[in-house]
T-cell receptor
Framework: SQQGEEDPQALSIQEGENATMNCSYK?????LQWYRQNSGRGLVHLIL?????REKHSGRLRVTLDTSKKSSSLLITASRAADTASYFC??????????FGKGTRLSVIA | GAGVSQSPSNKVTEKGKDVELRCDPI?????LYWYRQRLGQGLEFLIY????????KSGLPSDRFSAERTGESVSTLTIQRTQQEDSAVYLC????????????????FGNGTRLTVT
């Protein structure tokens, strides 16, 4: 069963703007991961945040985690057309395979 | 190769036929996963292999689905008597780590096999 639920389902922004995607989940986790998928390709790992972390940065990516609300957000700053892709959160419960959400389709318009 | 390789990239088959999908993981990766992705949906876990341990088959949707892996190398996913509902992209991923050690070793995905059952 799917645990992570991303929102919004689709997001369209202008190049240079920031994009924020949210993920909610239901059960306790060891870590939460974000992946990116370009059309017709496999998923690529972007960033992992552990359950005892609240915020993490990697380049133009910023991830936050609120375990009390069981939610995470992915912020992409200064977006580029090349950021156009689907973004998935995946929750890691520790002893089970990663559970993926349905994803957010991001379109960045040049 | 440097990444996870899946073949074929596309497969069209008639309802009722059997299909076999192949995954070549990254060399040295002990963990291998199969996921299914229906159009516009997230990933649905199918099966997980870790070294010589018994595979976790808890995600296989029916007994028409089976998978094998020889040691830490190639895996094949077999779907018998295919149905139209089996149409999806089948993604394989590999990792250096066991499930409990995944903090430091994320999944590496292949580009998938797009299966169409007519």
């Amino acid at each position: 069963s799917q645990q992570g639920e991303e929102d919004p389902q689709a997001l369209s922004i202008q190049e240079g703007e920031n994009a924020t995607m949210n993920c909610s989940y239901k059960t306790s986790i060891n870590n939460l991961q974000w992946y990116r998928q370009n059309s017709g390709r496999g998923l690529v790992h972007l960033i992992l945040i552990r359950s005892n972390e609240r915020e993490k940065h990697s380049g133009r990516l910023r991830v936050t985690l609120d375990t009390s609300k069981k939610s995470s957000s992915l912020l992409i700053t200064a977006s580029r057309a090349a950021d156009t892709a689907s973004y998935f959160c995946a929750t890691d419960g520790g002893n089970t395979p990663l559970v993926f959400g349905k994803g957010t389709r991001l379109s960045v318009i040049a | 190769g440097a990444g996870v390789s899946q073949s074929p990239s596309n497969k069209v088959t008639e309802k009722g036929k059997d299909v076999e999908l192949r995954c070549d993981p990254i060399s040295g990766h002990t963990a291998l996963y199969w996921y299914r992705q229906r159009l516009g949906q997230g990933l649905e876990f199918l099966i997980y292999f870790q070294g010589n341990s018994a595979p976790d088959k808890s995600g296989l949707p029916s007994d028409r689905f089976s998978a094998e892996r020889t040691g830490e190398s190639v895996s094949t996913l077999t779907i018998q008597r295919t149905q139209q509902e089996d149409s999806a992209v089948y993604l394989c991923a590999s990792s250096l780590a066991e499930i409990r050690d995944r903090d430091n070793f994320p999944l590496h995905f292949g580009n998938g096999t797009r299966l169409t059952v007519t």
